[in-house]
């Protein structure tokens, strides 16, 4: 009995103690769920927008000691709703018809984007030890105990407090106001609400500000749970919450907010109890040690997969979107196939030239950067085929990637075999991964696919990743994760030009493979499943077969590539190559440039790598002086402006899924042909008018 | 010879291979394929003008197959010596005390870079941008390297020669080996300095034949005969260190908790060598033993630490080892604090921040931090502390421990210059470093390093081979928010023989 007292007081005990953080997760819920209630949107970018007032109320209290009311004022009531306007007139109003996929790319974009133009405008950095402050004086550090077996600070109790007033407070909107009806009709059809003399631009302008200012309230409060404030931390908060939302159906508040406390209970609980029972069970141990700290990526994971909801969700669509122009078609450029052998050859002439100045000229510096270029363009393949033909968005690449470049290091470490065939391994070990994931993830499609990758590439980074027998363990911390390069027959590719140019044939030969299969039957089949997944089933397609083909080959590109990044660096390098943040920029910048294309992966690898240190640092300027000394003064400009203009750049996205590069050269295309009729016209009229004259 | 050829090959590799057989089956699989192909070929042609281009597709998927297979077997690794022919260099015959001073002027030197008759060139690369633990790393590092320069050339810098840091990169956490490489293109520096949280472009800056200075938290990478570490040369990182057991003997503590990451592995292998040294010393300090473990923490604790402190709370637990950053640490002193557990002294690995534990009020008081250099609070005796002190403070700055170590490896690059003697380049700086600072304490501020043979990491097994001769660290205690030195302040090292792990008690001691 003193037993069953005890462990039913830990239970409780642990039920508190999970409140904080379940509150945290159920403040981000919350906003998903209002975002995509009052705009369609599932916005990715809800923790960046959090974190730009967290940083601009860490400014004011902290840095400039402002009082905590006009601090308030100016980060959450006059920033956070001005973000949301200047989103929803600039972006959000002109995606009104695009698909949910379209504008989750844009959210994904201004999640890479926000915090690095909120720190560059504001001049911060991250500080150690410059703890953000709550709302409450010594909000952390006084403590109330209601139940006495767990005392929740000042902080904490703010925040449940504005967190049980916030689901309320909206349900009460949506259910009981013209203006929660107005946001909610706006979403379901713009000009039906038109029809009824309500202004949709404005509803949907203060469904936005209303989303911002629950953003920037949600940020001011998580802020003092971090001891440091961290743009990733908030980014790495809303992924866990996304489960919760989940679990509300993107729509149900108190759904949302009770997923959330429950995550934060549930991790608490289970931190409580596994290790005691492992204790005493020695199979739980492992359990415990690979998957303790993956369990919010576990449960959403597991939330996709199996809650049914998310199978049956559809993207809403405006019964009168077609009184509105339609979307722009997807521009494509259409050739002869005289245009395309000459296009070919050009392509060809010009890449043996630019490999000649570059095998001729470069210094060490700039052939690293060119190799790594080209290496990431075979990577960014793997994003063409998934993304841009199976129409698929994957946030994991970058685990598919390391997963083939950690089996190159292993292999090469515990058998001593030789890279290039362990990059085929890792290759092949890859496929099978990305075949085993499409599993639960092929029938989710749309947003969902997206959001469980990201889960899957955050397991990966979490569990995965510490295993032995992939990261290395203690061997990778005392020796390091060292590849070689590879001999191939007479070549040795220690040479860095040598490299290169392997690599470049490597790249051609998978350009060659990725055009192949878009044209071949695997793209058809994508592409009629793009168009119509009923249809094609109809017509004897399986959706499941192609994707799992799609996502195998897409990850066996990514395994490979990451093998050759390995070997091109000769070392994994897993922070600096692989992690989920920067596969979400791979996505972000080939979304941007051109997912349809090879040519867009290999411009899109180009302005990932050399973007920096060719514009932002103004090796542009030196070249075209002639004289490094004349770069202007005010280079070089910060690195994070490459993550400000490509993450602003998915904003094209939606409007043009071809990207930038394939827009442009579509665009160039109809002009051209636009030229030629003209030309054409003017002929026949000449030869008419020749005619009649004689 | 300036660099160490890649781990994980061997030169051998390349002649294990054996291409002819594997040219043979690859060829003769290749040809079974074309036959098949040949046989099928009038009957699917019709068929395939209907169809989509997959069995073409197909075939060529076959074909490429084929040929990676005749490529993969004509494979091995390289050693990476066709890359690496620089010559190994000896030091000049006579060796230069640490720390000498040079007064004659500049001996004309060509064909150095970034030597000219009135500068010697330095670089520096490093995190400045995107830490994710916001902590002062190359801006700091930076400030001590400016400040031991400005002083050393105060003096006369080397030869009449001024030492001059000319190039600061900020590798914004993951474009380390980007920066040095551009480093090593522009070949117009000396040597170059770095403190980067992932120093993954050391040993292409080594590899290049440039000495190389860093803080050394990442001992794989820093292993290499031109790479320098401070305030270490290199760290056992597994072996279990006779100091922890020190402090829990002075804190009387019987019940340790020890916690780290599951996410670093850094973490989680020191963690497990507290473990180690609590279980190992455990009869000789008072039969203490650990009674929580933890290396699964979730970076960052977004859950928090409450389970965790109940847990440690039942147990009885009566001192903390905390493997993590100082910002979790924070963050678990305010969660014992709210358990009733605020008393219970915390031993830190990460939180030597004068400025951060003042600013945390109480929430440190009583506690442990462990460090490998003559903490600021020491007497200066003998050693350059007060010369540090007063040089880092010229520019208005505070001493910090990041600039402490900038000053150190500043020093370490003027004495492995001057060793080389008037006629120095960078092979010669390199190798008369190695044999010279083989008791190395860069003016009493750390412990004597041996950059003869601290260029491996040392297991328990090599201690004897790549470990300094002797082990010592220093501890402070936090007393209202500051730190002072436990035991003497004018000698504040302890000290245990360098190649064993076994107990002894220490030899409090100081150096010069």
Sequence with gaps: ?694 | MTGEPLSGTSASDARKRDPVSGSVEGSTSLNRMNSNNRGEKNMVRSERSARPRSGKTMRAAAALVAAVALVAAGCGNSDGESADDTETTKAPATTTAEGTETTGAATPITGVPGVTDTEIKFASFGTISNNPLGTCVLECFNRGVKAYFAYRNSEGGVDGRQLVLTSELDDQLSKNKERALEIVSAGDTFGAFSAAQIGTGWQDVAAAGMPLYVWNISPADAANDAIFGFPQGTICVDCPRQINGMIIKEAKATKIAVLGYGVSENSKVSAQAVQRAVETYSDDIGGAEVVYFNDDIAFGVPNGLGPEVTAMKDKGVDLVFGSIDLNAMKTLAQEMARQGMGDVPMVHANTYDQKFVKEAGDLFEGDFVSVQFRPFEAEAGDSDLDLFKEWVSKDGNDPVELAYFGWIAARAAYDGIVAAGPQFDQAKVIAASNETLNDYTAGGLIPPQDYGRSHTVPTVDTLDQFGNKTNCSSVVKVKGGEFEVLGDAAKPFFCWPGDTVEWSEPEQTDFK
């Excluded at chain 1, 705009?39 to 009082?67: C, I």
């Design chain 1, 1 to 694: 009995m003193i037993i069953g007292a005890s462990v039913l007081e830990d239970v409780a005990r642990a039920f508190l103690q999970g409140l904080p953080p379940g509150t945290v997760y159920a403040l981000v819920a919350l906003g998903f769920v209002l975002t995509y209630k009052t705009s369609g949107v599932f916005n990715l970018a809800f923790g960046a927008q959090a974190y730009v007032s967290a940083v601009m109320f860490f400014k004011t209290r902290v840095e400039w000691e402002w009082p905590v009311l006009p601090a308030l004022v100016l980060s959450v009531f006059v920033m956070a709703p001005l973000i949301g306007v200047v989103l929803e007139l600039l972006v959000f109003r002109h995606l009104r018809n695009s698909s949910a996929i379209s504008k989750l790319v844009v959210t994904i974009g201004l999640a890479v984007a926000l915090p690095s133009l909120a720190e560059i405008f504001m001049g911060f950095e991250t500080q150690s030890g410059r703890t953000p402050e709550g709302v409450l004086d010594q909000g952390a550090s006084v403590f109330y105990d209601p139940f006495g077996i767990y005392a929740f600070s000042r902080n904490e109790l703010v925040a449940m407090g504005v967190a049980v007033v916030a689901m309320v407070g909206l349900g009460a909107l949506f259910r009981f106001s013209a203006l929660g009806l107005q946001m909610r009709a706006v979403v379901e059809s713009a000009r039906m609400t038109e029809l009824a003399g309500i202004a949709a631009d404005r509803v949907s302008a203060s469904a936005w500000a209303l989303s911002s200012l629950f953003a920037g309230v949600a940020g001011v409060l998580i802020a003092p749970r971090f001891n440091t404030l961290s743009a990733a931390d908030f980014f790495h908060l809303g992924v866990v919450a996304i489960a919760a939302a989940v679990v509300g159906g993107l729509t149900s508040l108190p759904k949302a907010m009770g997923a959330g406390i429950g995550l934060g209970v549930l991790i608490a609980e289970i931190n409580t109890f596994l290790p005691r029972f492992a204790e005493s069970r020695a199979w739980l141990r492992p359990i415990q040690d690979n998957l303790t700290p993956a369990i919010p990526f576990l449960v959403l994971f597991g939330v996709m997969v199996f809650v049914p909801a998310i199978r049956r969700s559809r993207d809403a669509s405006d019964p009168l979107g077609g009184v509105d122009p339609p979307p722009m078609s997807i521009g494509s450029v259409v050739r002869t196939r005289q245009q395309v052998l000459v296009r070919a050859a050009v392509t060809a002439v010009l890449t043996v030239v630019v490999l000649g100045v570059v095998l001729g000229r470069a210094d060490q510096s700039w052939m690293y950067l060119v190799t790594q270029a080209v290496v990431l363009a075979t990577i960014f393949l793997s994003i063409t085929l998934i993304t841009g033909i199976a129409g698929q968005i994957s946030l994991c690449q970058g685990a598919f990637a390391a997963t083939g470049a950690f089996t190159v290091y292993q292999l090469v470490e515990r058998y001593d075999l030789s890279a290039l065939p362990a990059a085929f391994i890792g290759a092949g070990i890859a496929a099978a991964l990305g075949a085993l994931l499409s599993m639960p993830v092929r029938r989710l499609g749309g947003i969902w696919t997206a959001i469980a990758t990201l889960a899957f590439a955050y397991f990966f980074d979490s569990v995965v990743l510490n295993l032995p027998f992939v990261g290395g363990g203690e061997t990778s911390l005392l020796t390091g994760t060292s590849v070689p390069r590879p001999l191939v027959g007479p070549f040795d590719l220690a040479d860095d030009q040598a490299f290169l140019v392997f690599c470049v044939l490597v790249l051609a030969v998978v350009s060659v493979v990725v055009v192949n299969l878009r044209s071949g039957t695997l793209g058809r089949t994508l592409l009629a499943l793009q168009g119509s997944e009923l249809g094609s089933q109809s017509i004897g397609i399986s959706p499941a077969r192609s994707r799992m083909l799609a996502f195998a080959v897409s990850a066996a590109i990514a395994g490979f590539g990451g093998g050759l990044l390995a070997m091109q660096q000769e070392d994994v390098n897993y922070a600096s190559n692989f992690s989920p943040f920067v596969a979400l920029v791979w996505m972000v910048i080939v979304v941007s440039i051109g997912c349809r294309s090879v040519g867009g992966a290999l411009q899109a690898a180009g302005a990932f790598v050399l973007f920096e240190p060719v514009i932002l640092k103004g090796a542009l300027f030196g070249w075209l002086f002639r004289d490094p000394e004349r770069i202007p003064d005010f280079f070089p400009i910060s690195g994070k402006w490459v993550l400000v203009l490509f993450g602003l750049g998915t904003i094209m996205y939606a409007r043009h899924p071809e990207g930038m590069a394939e827009y442009g050269a579509h665009r160039k295309a109809a002009k051209a042909e636009r030229r030629r009729r003209a030309a054409e016209d003017r002929a026949t009229a000449v030869a008419v008018d020749v005619e009649v004259a004689r």
